[in-house]
């Protein structure tokens, strides 16, 4: 039997559970462990020659692990880390971390899974774009990069799962250099002037597009 790409001999390892006693054949108790973010499925058979088993694991990247586990990556961009104290007029008083529970919740309902950021750097939200790109969908918030960042752009497009641009303000309402989204150019759908509602409704929006996927 030849080891996945990646895999190691894991004969060190303890199982979480009893594996089977048959020597010839793959014993049925697959197990998974986070670590650093990297996933490791480890399983196990028993040897022929030494009649004892022996474990093997094979890492997963990220953005594998969101496409099979249903994941979907929320990102925000700069000046989203001060929400519910800058211009709370304009965008509430809700913090990121409100929202983020509200999003862990509701997709909880639906049994997602949550990747929750924030970066005021261009470089690390492309970089977490690219982590994402064949996860269950990116929910993006890009802040003023949404005017200005063709290299945000140019990831989104990369992507090959549903990108859902989130505005809690209504930028069209606003100032006219607002108007312009590089971001909507590549997006699925785009959400503006719900409030931090918007958030839980583009993760319900999620959900309905997986679960039309699966029929």
């Known amino acids: 039997m030849g080891l996945p790409p990646g895999s190691k001999d894991r004969s060190d390892s303890e199982p979480s559970g009893p594996v089977c006693s048959c020597a010839s054949c793959i014993a049925g108790k697959i197990w ?5 973010r990297i996933i490791v499925y480890t399983f196990a058979f028993n040897c022929k020659e030494k009649q004892e088993p022996v474990f093997l694991s094979y890492q997963m990247s990220n953005s594998e692990w969101g496409a099979m586990s249903g994941t979907i990556y929320i990102l925000n961009g700069p000046n989203l880390n001060f929400l519910g104290m800058r211009e ?4 509430g008083h809700e913090t990121l971390a409100d929202v983020e529970a509200d999003c862990r919740r509701v997709a ?6 949550i990747e929750f950021r ?3 750097a261009e470089f690390q939200l492309i970089d977490w774009i690219h982590e994402a790109r064949e996860s269950a969908a990116i929910i993006i918030n890009p802040g003023a990069f949404t005017h200005t960042s063709i290299a945000i752009m140019d990831a989104l497009n990369a992507c090959k799962c549903p990108i859902l641009e989130v505005h809690i303000s209504n930028v069209h309402r606003r100032e006219a250099f607002r108007h312009r989204s590089y971001v909507s150019l590549t ?10 509602h918007g958030y839980q409704l583009a993760v319900r929006h999620v959900a309905h597009l997986l679960k039309k996927k699966k029929q």
């Open 108 to 113: 909880a309902e639906s049994g997602l899974a």
């Open 88 to 91: 709370p007029h304009i965008y």
């Open 187 to 196: 997006a699925t759908a785009v959400m503006a002037g719900l409030g931090t």
């Open 118 to 120: 924030q970066s005021n």
């Open 32 to 36: 998974w462990q986070a670590r650093n």
